[in-house]
């Protein structure tokens, strides 16, 4: 068998692409197949593992009649624009239609230097990849709109970081790769040629991909700002909820799909607390757990500005328009957020006048006390079920807490409804780095491991008590994330 691939972007959008081919692979092999994925997806799990599985997750061997592409795209970096990123170190293999009809990308990162490499070197060690790996896994387990990981293989090339290490490829799938930056990339493109041919295109096949009912739309370049908005606000509030910290969420690393893409120096938080940060170049915290649904406005804004051509040939007009559109971002956001904190709670259908207050004194006293964001909704549920002392145990002010347990038991919360929502096990920063520490050195033993916990997250296994917990608070307080992957 083969995957028969198609090259619909780079036939739709050749100025978006350069076809590429990657770098040998002196030695692969391979690290880590998502077996359930192949499935969903019609492919052979027992082929990927033979050569020509392994040549397709490497780029090495292509289909006869695909054509892998680096993607161009521009993007604010920490608020700063490049005119010129695009894929450094990666590769659209091409689109496939998977078991249940949907069109899919299979992409690989780490594939070797493309024209768009830049200083780097278009490589990737197996820590990183893996990383990438575990964690989308994870928020895919949780319900949250992800690409997925369908494989790390490790090169046989080293990589030369801080030290030397294995180089990895990780293979992705996605809805597709189409980022905001994609849209300023060819917004730069129409600006500098004097027409917005490209622009359109890029847009007509964004609404056909992924937000067809755009198409019928009066207005449809608005009606495409409003479902990246709508789909954006949904996935941030999803994040928000399980305490994920995207990390670097520059306008290229944010999708039209509204999956969450690009996994660096992301990590869950632990004790509750807006201001965290993990990513070891975000100093002024710009990418911080509270910020993020802010910033995911300023990255929509970003967008709408590439659409103004295309929603009004008056300018005021179309800013106007989109400023509107982008008017409705914030309520969609806290519907989103309030409705996931709702479940949460355990009090599905309680009145907003009384779940918004109980939100808002919650959340202060849980960042007095420095609570666990995860573990706190799951003793919560122990106390919706008859055992409060575990969750009074991890409060410093009592009596306020008391008091809100009282206001919350009156809303008659069901503790069943919360454990659907409220992971038991998230990939938790300290064994997430020994996990990958064990597998950079040959051990994948902990990786599956802490694979098995987190993509059946919201069922508690005996004997998986050690997932289940934060990590030390020295750890904790001092973890940082790379960017240097
Ligand atoms: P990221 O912050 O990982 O989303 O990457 C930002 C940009 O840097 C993208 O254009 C990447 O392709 C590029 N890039 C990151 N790492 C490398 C590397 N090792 N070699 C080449 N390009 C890279
Ligand atoms: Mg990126």
Redesign the pocket.
């Known amino acids: 068998m083969t995957l028969a691939l198609q090259g619909r972007f780079v036939g739709e959008l050749p100025e978006l692409a350069v076809p590429w081919k990657a770098e040998a692979a002196p030695q692969p092999q391979l690290l880590v197949v998502n077996e359930p994925l192949a499935a969903e997806l019609g492919v052979d799990a027992d082929w990927l593992r033979g050569p020509d599985g392994l040549g397709l997750l490497t780029g090495t061997v292509v289909p006869s009649d695909a054509t892998p592409a680096a993607q161009a795209y521009a993007g604010h970096?920490f608020g700063g624009y490049q005119p010129r990123?695009?894929?450094?170190?990666?590769l659209l293999m091409g689109e496939f239609v998977d078991s249940t009809g949907r069109l899919r990308d299979l992409h690989l990162k780490g594939s070797g230097?493309t024209p768009?490499?830049?200083g780097?070197?278009?490589?990737?060690a197996v820590g990183p990849m893996l990383r990438e790996y575990v964690i989308s896994e994870a928020m895919h387990a949780l319900g949250i709109p992800t690409t997925r990981a369908l494989a790390v293989v490790a090169t046989g090339r080293p990589v030369y970081r801080d030290t030397v290490l294995p180089g990895a490829v990780l293979a992705r799938v996605a809805s597709s790769h189409l980022r905001v930056g994609t849209f300023q990339y060819a917004a730069a493109v129409s600006a500098r040629e004097g027409n917005v041919d490209l622009l359109r295109r890029l847009a007509d096949h964004a609404i056909a991909r992924h937000h067809p009912a755009a198409a019928v739309a009066e207005n449809r370049y608005l009606a495409l700002l409003d479902a990246v908005s709508a789909a954006q606000a949904k996935l941030v509030a999803q994040w928000m909820l399980v305490g994920f910290v995207h990390g670097?969420m520059?306008t290229?690393?944010m999708t039209i799909s509204g999956e969450t893409i690009?996994y660096?120096p992301c990590a869950f938080m632990e004790a509750f607390d807006p201001a965290t940060v993990f990513s070891s170049i975000d100093s002024s915290g710009r990418y911080a757990y509270g910020n993020q649904p802010a910033i995911t406005l300023w990255n929509l804004a970003r967008f709408a500005e590439t659409l103004l051509p295309l929603i009004h040939e008056n300018s005021g007009a179309a800013i106007a328009l989109a400023e509107a559109s982008l008017d409705s971002f914030a309520g969609l956001y806290e519907t989103a957020w309030t409705d996931g904190m709702r479940a949460k709670l355990g009090v599905p259908g309680a009145p907003a006048e009384s779940v918004t207050p109980l939100i808002e004194q919650l959340l202060p006293q849980m960042q007095q006390s420095q609570i666990d964001y995860t573990l706190f909704y799951r003793l919560l549920a122990g106390a919706a079920r008859g055992d409060a002392e575990p969750v009074r145990g991890e409060f410093i002010d009592l009596a306020a807490f008391d008091e809100w347990l009282g206001r919350w038991r009156a809303l008659e919360p069901d503790p069943a409804v919360m454990d659907r929502v409220n992971p038991v096990y998230i990939p938790r920063n300290h064994l997430v780095e020994d996990a990958l520490t064990a597998a950079t050195g040959g051990d994948l033993g902990p990786l599956q491991q802490l694979l098995t916990a987190v993509t059946a997250p919201f069922e508690e296994r005996p004997g998986s008590e050690r997932f289940a917990e934060p990590g030390e608070k020295e750890f904790s307080a001092s973890f940082q994330t790379f960017?240097g992957?």
């Open positions: 970096q990123l695009g894929d450094g170190r990666a230097r768009f490499a830049r780097g070197d278009g490589l990737a670097v520059n290229d690393n690009d660096g960017c992957t």
